[in-house]
């Protein structure tokens, strides 16, 4: 969630505005357009903005996390409890 809060803080104006509209006053594409007082060409052209951005955001933080041995499936490496042994060629 850290992630798409520091996506989100980075925002420009219009983006966050459209953000806003769209996410969090779940507002069709035409009710945010002219709240804004832009067209709907424009609130869909942010909109594709907001969902790359965030993607690539997200694939940062993933890389992130794989280069420094956390993963979704495993997270961060452990040692062994009291008695526990490891497999062969898996991280402590």
């Known amino acids: 969630m850290l992630v798409v809060e520091g996506y989100l803080a980075g925002l420009a104006d219009s983006e966050r505005a459209v ?3 769209r996410y969090e006053r779940c507002r069709s594409q035409e009710h945010t357009a002219q709240a804004l007082g832009m067209t709907r060409q424009n609130v869909r052209t942010l909109e594709n903005r907001l969902r790359v951005g965030l ?8 890389l992130a996390r794989v280069a420094s041995g956390i993963t979704p499936s495993r997270g961060p490496p452990r040692a062994p409890e009291s008695g526990e042994t490891l497999a062969k060629g898996s991280l402590p």
């Open 19 to 21: 953000y806003r509209e």
């Open 55 to 62: 993607s690539r955001a997200l694939a940062r933080a993933q």
